[in-house]
């Protein structure tokens, strides 16, 4: 098959956000199949800038034809200069998507929303199925979270949703909880089906530790708890401050971040505020380099602002601490924590609780031979289950069955909650 991938935010392992579009991919062409990656220019990518009178730029990366649009994206950036992008890129990676010939499939993965724009608009204008990946529930997740409003915002949201989903082949979801808030909101199951994120179990499979790393930053000898990725609102990091606090008396326990975002800065500041010398603000690293950091630590941290309900998503790092083999402890109700507890890699604290938080990551650091079994159960479900390669195999199948047209899209969506 020659598939058309769009993924607004393609990172590839020199990148320091999220790989699964570029693992995937590649796994693809090892199948035999041909991929043309549509993306924007993500500040965490690695990919160069582009002179602004540049449309696009083509290069190949591992098999993977990489048709980059000239839309710049940073977690940083202001709300209307966002939304300003998601157009953008849009746009561009609909004339792409034309340009691109004998195309079997439109894969097209969110967020944001509007990638399903070039994906429903050039399947339909190419003649080929669409299939439609879901990695947040926009705008629920939104609105929940406080980042919309009720009214004009929230249902403009809705309708780019609705237009998304409507003439896609198969709706695919990275998370059961998704699949389950779909199924509840009327939709037919046989048109949804769940793939995870999972990771990379190439990347974790010989690692060793990168104890030079940790000397450098002071942190060797030390119980490490880590957490990696976005700095943003949606992250609650906040809180781990708090539970910080009540380390204090505990010298031999770090608390590690690694990533950005547009609260990094303000997390920083409240560090050196509460004068909080067992919390270390690092700069984000290649994911190549991951591995190594993550398996010189001991706990990773799965944290997320507390909303009014439970969370349905599966971040990334999730599946990095299991393939690493150490144990994580999750501050939000829903489908993170309960995986967490079926598969036995680690602890759910209570949502929002500090103390508490602070409390498991006691209990961990002072129980090793415990957390060190957690890690080798949490590893051994990991390459069971959760290995990318696996994944690519199920994302192909689920591609040959849109193209002989085993599956088919509903007309009709059903309506707003």
Same mark, same amino acid.
């Given at each position: 098959?020659?598939?058309?991938? =769009?993924?607004?935010?393609?990172?590839?392992?020199?990148?320091?956000?999220?790989?699964?579009?570029?693992?995937?991919? &590649?796994?693809?062409?090892?199948?035999?199949?041909?991929?043309?990656?549509?993306?924007?220019?993500?500040?965490?990518s690695?990919?160069?800038?582009?002179?602004?009178?540049?449309?696009?730029?083509?290069?190949?990366?591992?098999?993977?034809?990489?048709?980059?649009c000239?839309?710049?994206?940073?977690?940083?950036?202001?709300?209307?200069?966002?939304?300003?992008?998601?157009a953008?890129?849009?746009?561009?990676a609909?004339?792409?998507?034309?340009?691109?010939?004998?195309?079997?499939? *439109?894969?097209?993965?969110?967020?944001?929303?509007?990638?399903?724009?070039p994906?429903?608009?050039?399947?339909?204008?190419?003649r080929?199925?669409?299939?439609?990946?879901?990695?947040d529930?926009?705008?629920?997740?939104?609105l929940?979270?406080?980042?919309?409003?009720?009214?004009?915002?929230?249902?403009v949201?809705?309708?780019?949703?609705?237009?998304?989903?409507?003439?896609?082949?198969?709706?695919?979801?990275?998370? /059961?909880g998704?699949?389950?808030?779909?199924?509840?909101?009327?939709?037919?199951?046989?048109?949804?089906?769940? *793939?995870?994120?999972?990771?990379?179990?190439g990347?974790f +499979?010989?690692?060793?530790?990168?104890?030079?790393?940790?000397q450098?930053?002071?942190?060797?000898? /030390?119980? !490490?708890? *880590?957490?990696?990725?976005?700095?943003?609102?949606a992250?609650?990091?906040?809180?781990?401050?708090?539970?910080a606090?009540?380390?204090?008396?505990?010298?031999?326990?770090?608390?590690?971040?690694?990533?950005?975002? /547009?609260?990094?800065?303000?997390?920083?500041?409240?560090?050196?505020?509460?004068?909080?010398?067992?919390?270390?603000?690092l700069?984000?690293?290649?994911?190549?380099?991951?591995?190594? !950091?993550?398996?010189?630590?001991? =706990?990773?941290?799965?944290?997320?602002?507390?909303?009014? &309900?439970?969370?349905?998503?599966?971040p990334?790092?999730?599946?990095?601490?299991?393939?690493?083999?150490?144990?994580?402890?999750?501050?939000?109700?829903?489908?993170?924590?309960?995986?967490?507890?079926?598969?036995?890699?680690?602890?759910?604290? /209570?949502p929002?609780?500090?103390?508490?938080?602070?409390?498991?990551i006691r209990?961990?650091?002072?129980?090793?031979?415990?957390?060190?079994?957690?890690?080798?159960?949490?590893?051994?479900v990991?390459y069971?289950?959760?290995?990318? +390669?696996?994944?690519?195999?199920?994302l192909?199948a689920?591609?040959?069955?849109?193209?002989a047209?085993?599956?088919?899209?509903?007309?009709?969506?059903?309506?707003?909650?």
């Amino acid at each position: 098959m020659k598939i058309a991938y =769009i993924h607004q935010h393609f990172v590839t392992n020199e990148g320091t956000s999220g790989t699964r579009s570029y693992d995937v991919g &590649r796994y693809l062409v090892e199948m035999g199949h041909e991929v043309t990656m549509i993306c924007g220019l993500h500040d965490q990518s690695s990919l160069p800038r582009m002179p602004w009178w540049r449309l696009f730029r083509t290069q190949y990366i591992d098999g993977i034809k990489v048709v980059a649009c000239n839309a710049y994206y940073s977690n940083k950036l202001r709300v209307v200069s966002r939304l300003w992008c998601f157009a953008k890129f849009a746009m561009l990676a609909l004339l792409a998507c034309l340009r691109e010939r004998r195309l079997d499939l *439109i894969f097209a993965t969110s967020t944001p929303l509007t990638v399903g724009f070039p994906g429903r608009i050039g399947a339909a204008l190419k003649r080929v199925p669409y299939v439609f990946e879901v990695r947040d529930l926009w705008p629920e997740d939104l609105l929940d979270a406080g980042r919309i409003k009720p009214g004009l915002q929230y249902k403009v949201w809705e309708w780019i949703e609705l237009f998304s989903y409507r003439k896609a082949r198969k709706i695919l979801l990275v998370s /059961k909880g998704f699949h389950d808030r779909l199924l509840e909101r009327g939709y037919p199951p046989e048109r949804l089906q769940t *793939i995870l994120l999972g990771a990379d179990g190439g990347l974790f +499979r010989d690692v060793k530790p990168d104890h030079d790393y940790m000397q450098k930053h002071g942190l060797s000898g /030390k119980t !490490i708890a *880590i957490y990696t990725g976005a700095h943003g609102d949606a992250n609650g990091l906040f809180q781990v401050l708090d539970a910080a606090e009540y380390l204090r008396d505990r010298p031999d326990i770090a608390i590690v971040f690694i990533g950005d975002g /547009k609260m990094k800065d303000s997390l920083k500041a409240d560090v050196l505020r509460r004068d909080l010398k067992n919390v270390h603000m690092l700069d984000p690293v290649p994911k190549l380099q991951l591995p190594g !950091i993550l398996a010189a630590c001991h =706990i990773g941290l799965m944290i997320l602002k507390q909303i009014t &309900r439970p969370r349905w998503v599966t971040p990334n790092k999730i599946f990095d601490y299991m393939f690493t083999g150490i144990p994580a402890i999750v501050n939000f109700p829903g489908t993170t924590a309960e995986m967490v507890e079926a598969d036995g890699a680690g602890y759910a604290s /209570k949502p929002g609780d500090a103390a508490d938080l602070a409390q498991k990551i006691r209990y961990l650091a002072d129980h090793p031979e415990e957390r060190q079994a957690i890690g080798r159960r949490a590893r051994e479900v990991a390459y069971g289950r959760y290995d990318r +390669r696996m994944i690519a195999v199920q994302l192909a199948a689920v591609f040959e069955q849109a193209v002989a047209g085993e599956v088919r899209a509903a007309d009709r969506c059903p309506e707003a909650r």
